[in-house]
Each structure stands twice: as C-alpha cells, then as structure tokens.
T-cell receptor, first 115, second 114 residues
C-alpha cells in the first residue's frame, strides 16, 4: 500500500525568504508524485509533477521539488516567498495498487507568508 | 480558471434529503473524478468515471452514487444526508483513463447539511 506524509501541518515564513514544504512517501513501486496548491475557497491547482524523468522538477510560480528515492522524499521548495504563495499545499502520490492506479493525498501544509 | 465547472457553488439542505451535484469537465477530458474535502477527513477520493464508465472507487459511501453522461458531464448524487456529509465536493478532470496523470479541479460545491 502507498501512503504520503506531509511533515508539517503549518509553515510560516517571511516574504522574500525560502520556502520548504516536506513530503515523505511510501510506495512499493516507482510512483508518480505531484504537488497541488489550494488557495482559499478555490479548487486545487497542479504545481508540478514527477514521473520518473529528471529528479529535479520545476513547476509554476518558481516552485520546484526534488525526488530522492533513497530518502523517499519529494520536498517542495521556492527560493523567495511571495505573499500570493499563502495557501494550502498537498503532496500526492500515484502508483499501481492491486492492479489499479491509486491516488493518495497528503493531509496538507498550510503556508503563511508574513510581510 | 481550470476549465472545469461545477454547479451549484453552495447548497444548504436538511438531514435525510437528497441532492445532486453537477460537473462539466475540461473540453477534451474523458475522465471525471469526485472528491470530498472536510476539516476532519481531509481530501478523500470518492470515484472516477472514464468515458461514461466507472473506473475506480475510493471511500464512497453506499448512500452516494455518481454517473457520467454521453456528453461527459457528471453528476454526484448524495442521499439520506447526514450532518457529517457537510463538506466541499470537488470534481476534477483529466484526459487520461488512469489516475497517474495530472488532474484539473473545479471550484467545488460547498454542501451544508442542517
């Protein structure tokens, strides 16, 4: 079975400082991994995805994530936070599970950006 | 704007009632997914349809059902509603048949059961 753990439920940073949102997964097979962002009262939007190509994945709005198989991690980073980055972020893992593709969402990390 | 539309935006109803939520996928997408998001359960996958047929089932209650029509829009039916069914219900769509690809989410329907 697969699972995904977002290690922080809340992260607070100052505008202009780096962002790190942590995600660990467990998976029996090579997974596909995604980060989605949800702004207040909005649906989820895809930030980036990893599908066994380059381990460093670049997404929209300056975000990137690195797939580290040895650490089973897929942490999301951004060099400099902007006020508009304040939102909830979800790490998602997709893999074959008993012959079917299954999608598992992390519990989410709420990012606050202080002026 | 993801291109996925959901109606209604808000719905308030009483316990024991039945409601229908509607979703239109992005143009060209054949897969539709339904999710429930609540404070205590987080985001839960309910069910997926691909080109009119059920493809995958998640944590969907027996009181809930869904279908996808020939024009590819989908409806989620919730019956015998309970207070605990109050949540945001999202629809997402993708072009692929399987769940490994990215999905595009609608703005959601907020259901309040009183």
């Amino acid at each position: 079975a697969q699972s995904v753990t977002q290690l922080d439920s809340h992260v607070s940073v100052s505008e202009g400082t780096p962002v790190l949102l942590r995600c660990n997964y467990s998976s029996s097979y090579s997974p596909s991994l995604f980060w989605y962002v949800q702004h207040p009262n909005k649906g989820l939007q895809l930030l980036l995805k990893y599908t066994s190509a380059a381990t460093l994945v670049k997404g929209i709005n300056g975000f990137e994530a690195e797939f580290k198989k040895s650490e089973t991690s897929f942490h999301l980073t951004k060099p400099s936070a902007h006020m508009s980055d304040a939102a909830e972020y979800f790490c998602v893992v997709s893999q074959l599970d008993t012959g079917r593709r299954a999608l598992t969402f992390g519990s989410g990390t709420r990012l606050q950006v202080q002026p | 704007d993801s291109g996925v539309t959901q109606t209604p935006k808000h719905l308030i109803t009483a316990t024991g009632q039945r409601v229908t939520l509607r979703c239109s996928p992005r143009s060209g997408d054949l897969s539709v997914y339904w999710y429930q998001q609540s404070l205590d359960q987080g985001l839960q996958f309910l069910i997926q349809y691909y080109n009119g047929e059920e493809r995958a089932k998640g944590n969907i209650l027996e009181r809930f059902s869904a279908q996808q029509f020939p024009d590819l829009h989908s409806e989620l039916n919730l019956s015998s509603l309970e207070l605990g069914d109050s949540a945001l219900y999202f629809c997402a769509s993708s072009v692929a048949e399987y769940m490994g690809n990215e999905q595009y989410f609608g703005p959601g329907t907020r259901l309040t059961v009183t």
